[in-house]
């Protein structure tokens, strides 16, 4: 049965105005409506991932998804449930993993640990570990379940090692004959100096890694210009007395060293031999050393804001700021002074921008009255 034109265009004006009205009602909660919303909608969406999860650990013991025309689950799920790789493999793990260990669809479904929780412990999970595994992992973040994992499996220190990366090839092709002979690797006693053996073409720069690989040790990857390769190389010749290895762990321990002293000297006045707490000079915007020193360890390095769930966890982009605005007379001092992110600095500018903007117009309509 064919649909009429005239009914196609009709339902597609239906559908615009049932979406319209979702926007103008959404746009209409108020802020603590629209927060209950979205941790409701949350909530719901968890459900739906355990009830998915289960659904799916039994279609895979069924192996159901090949009557279905597909190789494999994970096929299944990316050409028939249109779900992305990244998600499918997610999924599958965890369903996977739940029929041999029914907790996990608890603590999915409580929020207390995350599909990719559940990836991470997955292949080290056990009948007689897994209770304490999950319990250790709830409300940990990806970096710290790395952690756990390193406890659990750990790995030897990777080499030290400098490598060229790989040149874009040219498009002519070349007889093997005419192919430029390249140097051999230079092998130093704990350092690895190699160039690649045919050339390739050149792919996007990965982003840098750092990954746990065993407790208290990690592994760090990343790429260097000429400029800074040339620099690591002087580096290592001009210690050779001292560091004769010429470990680039050790080098790249001693320039970070460095560095963080001379960043927290310039940003948190940290010295060797502190002078005593002053007072701060009266109308000027300026932030003595001591006061910043103060601030900074009271607040233990961490922006000060506390909201309805608690403080915030952003140590970074911290700046120094006046509770009682400076325009306003807010003096520079240890107690009017906090640490805080430019978010939540953004976040208390606009509240007290509405709250004068409330103000105003209840005068306002106070005068009119």
């Known amino acids: 049965m064919e649909i009429a034109p005239a009914a196609v265009v009709a339902l597609q004006k239906l559908r615009c ?25 949350a909530a719901h969406e968890r459900d ?24 494999s689950l994970f096929t299944y799920c990316t050409g028939c449930l249109r779900l992305s790789e990244h998600a499918a493999y997610g999924r599958i793990e965890a369903a996977r993993a739940s029929r041999k260990f029914p907790i996990i669809l608890e603590c999915l479904a409580d929020g ?17 570990n897994h209770r304490q595994l999950l319990t250790a992992a709830r409300h940990k973040t990806r970096r710290e379940v790395e952690q756990l994992v390193a406890t659990l499996r750990p790995m030897a220190d990777v080499p030290s090692t400098v490598r060229k ?34 050339p390739a073409v050149a792919r996007p720069s990965a982003p840098p890694i750092v990954q746990p690989i065993a407790p ?13 390769h040339r620099k690591l190389r002087k580096l290592q010749d001009l210690m050779r007395h001292t560091l004769p290895n010429g470990d680039i762990a050790d080098i790249f321990d001693r320039a970070v060293t460095v560095l963080l002293r001379q960043v ?46 608690g403080r915030c966890e952003e140590r970074g982009f911290l700046e120094f700021h006046h509770v009682i605005p400076f325009a306003e007379g807010g003096p520079a001092t240890v107690e009017n002074l906090q640490l805080r992110c430019r978010r939540t600095m953004t976040t208390r500018l606009v509240i007290t921008l509405d709250c004068r903007a409330a103000g105003r117009e209840a005068e306002a309509h106070r005068e009119l009255i």
């Open 17 to 41: 105005y049932n979406g319209l009205m979702k926007t103008i009602s959404v746009q209409s909660l108020s802020d603590e409506q629209l927060l209950r919303e979205v941790e409701a909608a």
């Open 48 to 71: 739906a991932t355990v009830e998915l999860i289960t659904l799916l650990g039994e279609m895979d013991a069924r192996r159901l998804y090949l009557q279905q025309g597909y190789s």
């Open 112 to 128: 207390s640990i995350t599909l990719t929780t559940i990836c991470l412990l997955s292949s080290h999970l056990t009948s007689e």
């Open 165 to 198: 990366l790989p040149q874009a090839a040219p498009l002519m092709v070349t007889a093997p004959e005419d192919r430029a002979i390249e140097p051999a690797p230079v092998v130093t006693n704990s350092t690895v100096v190699s160039t690649p053996e045919q």
């Open 216 to 228: 208290e040790r990690y592994k760090v990857q990343f790429t260097i210009g000429p400029e800074t």
């Open 264 to 309: 927290e000297r310039q940003k948190l006045a940290r010295v060797t031999h502190p002078r005593s707490l002053c007072t701060a000079d009266v109308g000027r915007r300026h932030v003595p050393s001591s006061v910043k020193r103060a601030v900074w360890e009271r607040d233990k390095e961490q922006c000060a804001f506390v909201g309805t769930k």
